[in-house]
């Protein structure tokens, strides 16, 4: 089973851009549909991006279309979140998932595996 590690969080300003990175162990990688999520205080944990083992398809939530950017990088085990124009509401704890199954999912449930989660805050 896979083991993932955040990283590349922090504090930035409106309108910012940061990049997050998902180390991933083991040989197996690349056969995991990747995803992130985040959690705010007080809130549900909410889907962000996902993207396919190869990196040809990938889905994000509306909320931060056309702002954030998933991809992977397999021969590096790591997957990344670019994200830009960053706003105040993207502030949470943001969490990369692997999905073993053959579909791209949304679904928080669909995840078996889960990183310790980065903190990204965004001031106004």
């Known amino acids: 089973q896979v083991q993932l590690v955040e990283s590349g969080g922090g504090l930035v300003q409106a309108g910012g851009s940061l990049r997050l990175s998902c180390a991933g162990s083991?040989?197996?990688?690349?056969?995991?549909?990747m995803a992130w999520f985040r959690q705010a205080p007080g809130k549900e944990r909410e889907f962000v991006a996902t993207?396919?083992?190869?990196?040809?398809?990938?889905y994000y939530t509306d909320s931060v279309k056309g702002r954030f950017t998933i991809s992977r990088d397999n021969a590096k085990n790591t997957v990344y979140l670019q994200m830009t124009s960053l706003k105040p509401e993207d502030t949470a704890v943001y969490y990369c998932?692997?999905?073993?199954?053959?579909?791209?999912?949304?679904?928080?449930?669909?995840?078996?595996?889960w990183g310790q989660g980065t903190q990204v805050t965004v001031s106004s």
């Open positions: 998932a692997a999905n073993p199954r053959q579909y791209l999912s949304s679904s928080w449930n669909s995840y078996d595996t």
């Open positions: 083991g040989r197996t990688f690349s056969r995991y549909i």
């Open positions: 993207i396919t083992w190869n990196g040809d398809t990938s």
